[in-house]
């Protein structure tokens, strides 16, 4: 336990759900990124999977409608502090996506539209843990949010899910992001707490 | 987008405060007292954590208002309605009183003393904070950059840090203060209360041909229409560095 600051009660904590340390709940969906939301052209939109022998795996946007897709309900947890419990998305599983590609590395590192780098281990986007997410609520991804689409991570940090997602490389090293070079962690576990890097 | 270095790992610390300012009303800069402190760049911010008697503990995160000086860390906090954390930080939290704190985070929304480039900083609110660091950098390391600042808030009693903004705007030379007021104007206001348009950054900011850097800090809805507003006008997007946070940050 931290050193108490005197006079700090907190707000009444009796029934609440159990967040990861350090968050607070909210019910808005805050916006973080780091630049103007860049705007994509939809007919020229396009993820790219691209392996560690270069081998190309490429989806246009009628492409990705075109694949089945999954409508998980899940808890977001952002490195702000916020967290925002049972968001309903609508995405296309990286297990779909991946399915056909073949791949020996360990780790993936993503990129968007606008510059955006972020990396993470290839099996956390597997097994029913990642989408390519492009609706939410029930309505068009919201450019603030990532729209046309994002990488839906629910279970790391959320700034590993990278809005304007663009594509995959995958890598036998883990390469640093944007956010993890300037000293946030490669992992970003929430309920570890691995906000920066050496936690 | 640009890399940032990479810095050491970062450990809870105890800060002191050591005296507190009323900026506005509602918003009070605290003068922390942190033994250790590693120093910071201008925009860079920490996470404070609080925690109670019964060991319930929670953390956000503000940005640091001044340049590095010792271990002396600023802080400007805006009290949220049924906050949290801000009401107890602007309201109870006194001098003398021990607070956690780490850092400095965030390596991207920065600007280095030793970059040549023209600045247009424009803040909406409590989004100058950030922004109030890179002007007393400016001048605390006698850095001749222009430096232009567009500062957007409700009405002239928002106004963060107004006797010296004032006053560098007089004497900090090189340094061009520029207010828009949403809700109330003040006596002799040129114009009604109205948002940031894009004439006032247009006329205001820089020619995207100097390749200023622009630096935009406020909430979400602030930041999304001047970004638009900037790229709009000509500016390369990577030059365009944001911060957004709302009244959730309470």
């Not at chain 2, 001749?144 to 705007?169: C, M």
Request: glycine letters at 10%; hydrophobic letters at 35%.
């Amino acid at each position: 336990m931290g050193i108490v600051t005197p006079g700090f009660r907190g707000r009444p904590r009796s029934s609440g759900p159990e967040l990861p340390p350090g968050q607070y709940l909210t019910e808005d969906f805050p916006v973080l990124s780091a630049g103007p939301t860049p705007r994509v052209p939809m007919d020229r939109w396009e993820f790219v999977i691209t392996t560690e022998t270069s081998r190309e795996h490429r989806w246009t946007w009628d492409d990705l409608m075109a694949l089945p897709s999954e409508t998980p309900t899940v808890d977001i947890h952002c490195v702000t502090k916020w967290s925002k419990l049972g968001t309903t998305w609508q995405g296309v599983s990286l297990d779909t996506l991946m399915s056909d590609v073949d791949t020996a590395a360990d780790y993936a590192f993503v990129h968007s539209y606008g510059g955006y780098t972020t990396n993470l281990p290839l099996a956390d986007l597997l097994d029913g843990q990642a989408w390519v997410a492009f609706k939410f609520d029930g309505e068009d991804l919201h450019p603030e949010h990532g729209g046309p689409a994002r990488l839906l991570v629910p279970h790391l940090y959320f700034w590993k899910s990278a809005k304007w997602v663009r594509g995959i490389q995958l890598r036998f090293d883990d390469e640093p992001g944007f956010w993890e070079t300037a000293g946030y962690h490669d992992y970003g576990d929430p309920w570890r707490e691995q906000r920066y890097q050496g936690d | 987008m640009a890399r940032a270095a990479v810095p050491g790992r970062l450990t809870w610390r105890v800060g002191t405060l050591a005296e507190a300012r009323a900026e506005t009303p509602t918003a009070r800069t605290l003068v922390l007292d942190v033994p250790g402190w590693p120093g910071h760049l201008p925009g860079q911010h920490v996470d404070v954590r609080l925690t109670a008697e019964d060991g319930y503990s929670t953390q956000r995160s503000y940005s640091i208002a001044a340049p590095a000086d010792g271990e002396r860390v600023e802080l400007t906090i805006q009290a949220v309605p049924d906050g949290e954390v801000s009401p107890y930080l602007t309201e109870v939290f006194s001098p003398g009183d021990p607070v956690e704190l780490r850092g400095p985070v965030g390596g991207w929304f920065v600007w280095r003393t030793t970059a040549m480039d023209p600045v247009l900083l424009v803040g909406g609110g409590s989004g100058i904070v950030p922004l109030m660091a890179m002007i007393r950098a400016r001048r605390a390391a006698g850095s001749r950059v222009p430096f232009r600042l567009i500062y957007s808030v409700r009405t002239p009693d928002d106004v963060y840090y107004a006797d010296e903004l004032r006053r560098r705007a007089r004497d900090d030379a090189g340094l061009d203060v520029t207010f828009a007021y949403t809700r109330e104007v003040p006596d002799g206001w040129p114009h009604p209360p109205r948002r940031v348009g894009v004439a006032d950054v247009n006329t205001n900011g820089w020619p995207p041909a100097l390749t200023p850097d622009c630096f935009v800090c406020g909430p979400t809805g602030f930041v999304e229409t001047v970004a638009d507003i900037l790229v709009a006008l000509g500016h390369d997007p990577r030059r365009v560095r944001t911060e957004r946070f709302g009244p959730t940050g309470g």
